[in-house]
């Protein structure tokens, strides 16, 4: 089991860039494939990306790729997502998700998940 923790969250302007943390409680966390969702008010959460065990592959969602970078570091628990050239549109709470399959490819196969943090992106 693990249990994830985000950070970094905050009010930021369009243009401007923000880098979230998930800290992983636990000596597993090299086992987990890792993902990044977000969820705005009124609508359904939506995936941004992952990253691979070894970070040797990541994923993006359309919306943001070339915008979004997610990154880990095994030695010390924590999985990044560094997001530049923000917009008012990724405005969301953003969950980072620790899954056991081998390519996850829908929420449903995440089975940890962080209690989120809030990004606000003002135009």
């Known amino acids: 089991q693990v249990q994830l923790v985000e950070s970094g969250g905050g009010l930021v302007q369009a243009g401007g860039s923000l880098r979230l943390s998930c800290a992983a409680s636990?000596?597993?966390?090299?086992?987990?494939?890792m993902g990044w969702f977000r969820q705005a008010p009124g609508k359904e959460r939506e995936f941004v990306g992952r990253?691979?065990?070894?970070?040797?592959?990541?994923y993006y969602a359309d919306s943001v790729k070339g915008r979004f970078t997610i990154s880990r570091d095994n030695a010390k628990n924590t999985v990044y997502l560094q997001m530049n050239s923000l917009k008012p549109e990724d405005t969301a709470v953003y969950y980072c998700?620790?899954?056991?399959?081998?390519?996850?490819?829908?929420?449903?196969?995440?089975?940890?998940w962080g209690q989120g943090t809030q990004v606000t992106v003002s135009s």
């Open positions: 998700a620790a899954s056991t399959y081998s390519w996850p490819t829908s929420s449903s196969e995440y089975a940890y």
């Open positions: 636990g000596r597993t966390f090299s086992m987990y494939n």
């Open positions: 990253i691979s065990r070894r970070s040797d592959v990541t």
